[in-house]
């Protein structure tokens, strides 16, 4: 049978066009294809990264969770929201006792019986009601937090002996020993720690002058040291018991010294010098300074 040649040329022609298109139709879905694929990689990779930062939040705010008494002191101490005393002075309409026991409720978790629950709200004093948080406390086997309440007690009055003397002992439970220096309630900051010789107690120099706010000076070639405050100068020498407090001289029972590269003296000379005052609490060895 004869074909017509110039028909077979034309059906060829349109069946390589067929395959080019079909071709090119399968090339762009495939092209398609990969590009949803890719944007749906894309699109995931946000939420990943959202996952992970919920993630790696939620860990940070585990690992950020603070105990009792961080919330109440902050950097203060361990537990609490800047202390109990800061939660009485923001608080004008109860009893100092009130708001303590509201604050062991809901703070501590402390377990209150309504009789001493009752006993607290009748507290009035602020001192006296951060004593008895610290009690409560102490009690509970919380030592490190009764602390914490009765250096508020302390602050809140810094006449009541008691106070520093209950600090002492609740320190002698977690170990702390040796000399305690108190001034104006603070616990000054000490390279080398009070001790006591031929019966007087010598603490640093300079930390018990700018606990003070006085100025302090240091003569290398007279080995003499300098304390300066409110129109009231107090020198002393090294090694020596002669001390002058406005150029008048004065016979010290102890001489100043230099102990492990810091200057220390008696605290009462140095303290009623300056107008301060200057108590001893011998149960718990405790110097306590104060202005009036």
């Given at each position: 049978m004869k074909v017509n040649k110039s028909w077979v040329i034309a059906a060829s022609c349109v069946l390589a066009t067929s395959l080019m298109t079909g071709s090119v139709f399968a090339k762009s879905d495939n092209a398609n294809n990969v590009k949803k694929e890719e944007a749906s990689v894309t699109s995931k990779a946000p939420e990943k990264d959202a996952a992970k930062e919920k993630e790696s939040k939620s860990t940070a705010e585990q690992e950020g969770v603070n105990s009792v008494t961080d919330s109440t002191y902050g950097k203060e101490g361990k537990n609490g929201y800047k202390g109990l005393l800061h939660a009485i002075e923001n608080v004008k309409d109860k009893p100092a006792g009130a708001v303590i026991a509201e604050q062991l409720l809901v703070k501590y978790g402390a377990a209150l019986s309504a009789e001493k629950k009752a006993e607290l709200e009748a507290i009035v004093e602020k001192d006296a009601a951060l004593s008895a948080a610290a009690d409560v406390l102490d009690k509970q086997g919380n030592v490190t937090d009764a602390v914490y309440a009765q250096k508020d007690a302390v602050k809140a009055n810094l006449k009541n002996i008691d106070s520093y003397k209950k600090l002492g002992k609740l320190y002698k439970k977690l170990g702390k020993k040796g000399v305690l220096l108190y001034v104006n309630g603070e616990e000054p900051v000490m390279e080398v720690h009070p001790f006591i010789r031929e019966g007087s107690t010598l603490v640093p120099f300079r930390a018990i002058a700018e606990a003070l706010?006085?100025?302090?000076?240091?003569?290398?070639?007279?080995?003499?040291?300098t304390v300066t405050r409110d129109g009231i100068t107090v020198k002393l020498f090294i090694d020596s018991t002669t001390a002058y407090v406005n150029g008048k001289e004065v016979t010290l029972e102890v001489a100043a010294s230099i102990t492990e590269g810091n200057t220390v003296?008696?605290?009462?000379?140095?303290?009623?010098?300056?107008?301060?005052?200057?108590?001893?609490?011998?149960?718990?060895?405790?110097?306590?300074?104060y202005e009036e």
């Open positions: 706010k006085a100025e302090v000076s240091w003569n290398a070639e007279e080995r003499s040291v003296v008696p605290v009462r000379f140095i303290s009623e010098s300056l107008k301060a005052v200057v108590e001893w609490e011998s149960e718990t060895t405790s110097v306590i300074v």
